[in-house]
């Protein structure tokens, strides 16, 4: 047999207010529009404090030259070549870029640069001189070349020594020229061979021919004039005594 149950009659009167009251709970409140502003406002000043402190705590930015279009070897660089961006200073001193358009005016580009990008320091002449040049690269002995001691945008002189003992010649070539490049001559696998290939700018056509002349039948040397300031030698040329006795002299 079924039980049944009923409910009391104290309990079917309960009403649901009487029953939350008894179960202690509170329904909460809407907030109202003044709730809702203040607390947007509150929100909008945290933001800003967090901005500003961010801002405070980066790091300095500092330009760096890049190409406003993709340049070729041998171009010169100017202003409608190049551009600047800006980087953290961080970065521009472990790249050793340009920091200004300026510094490169009139300098001219060793390898393709493509659009874009970061102007290297290998990828371009700086140190030329800003006169029409002739460049000649020629081998020459490491050890008449201060054993490789060279330096592009240095100026050396060079002079070539016709003949050996004591019927050779020794002239000069160029004074001043201008060190482009300074490599060392490869010798197929065995590595270096002991010379080293010297390029530089020579302003007139003449010390070209002389030179290109030279690099074929005399022995070349070069010396460092960087330092040399404003000496000027008196002579162009020195001959052996057999050679002065062979000319009549």
């Known amino acids: 047999m079924r039980r049944s149950h009923t409910t009391s009659p104290e309990v079917q009167s309960e009403t649901p207010h009487a ?5 202690n709970i509170r329904v909460p409140r809407k907030p109202n ?8 406002l509150v929100s909008t000043a945290a933001l800003a404090a967090f901005l500003a402190v961010s801002g405070a705590g980066s790091p300095p930015q500092q330009s760096v030259v890049i190409s406003r279009r993709a340049l070729a070897a041998g171009e010169r660089l100017d202003s409608s070549t190049l551009a600047t961006t800006s980087v953290d200073a961080r970065t521009a001193e472990l790249l050793r870029s340009f920091l200004s358009v300026d510094a490169l005016a009139g300098a001219v580009a060793l390898a393709p640069i493509g659009e874009g990008e970061l102007v290297q ?10 006169e029409p040049t002739r460049q000649f690269s020629f081998p020459v002995d490491r050890d008449r070349a201060l054993n490789g001691d060279l330096r592009p945008g240095e100026r050396v002189d060079v002079l070539a020594t016709y003949g050996s003992g004591s019927d050779a010649t020794t002239t000069v070539l160029a004074r001043d020229a201008n060190v482009i490049r300074v490599t060392d001559a490869k010798s197929g696998s065995l590595g270096s061979s002991g010379k080293l290939i010297v390029t530089l700018a020579l302003t007139s056509a003449d010390q070209l021919l002389d030179a290109v002349h030279a690099a074929q039948v005399a022995s070349i040397t070069v010396v460092r004039s960087t330092l040399a300031g404003e000496t000027v030698g008196t002579r162009s040329a ?11 002299r």
């Open 238 to 248: 020195v001959t052996g005594p057999l050679a002065r006795v062979t000319a009549g």
């Open 33 to 40: 529009s003044r709730t809702i502003v203040g607390g947007l």
């Open 19 to 23: 029953t939350l009251r008894r179960l």
């Open 121 to 130: 320091r290998s990828a371009v002449l700086t140190e030329g001189p800003t």
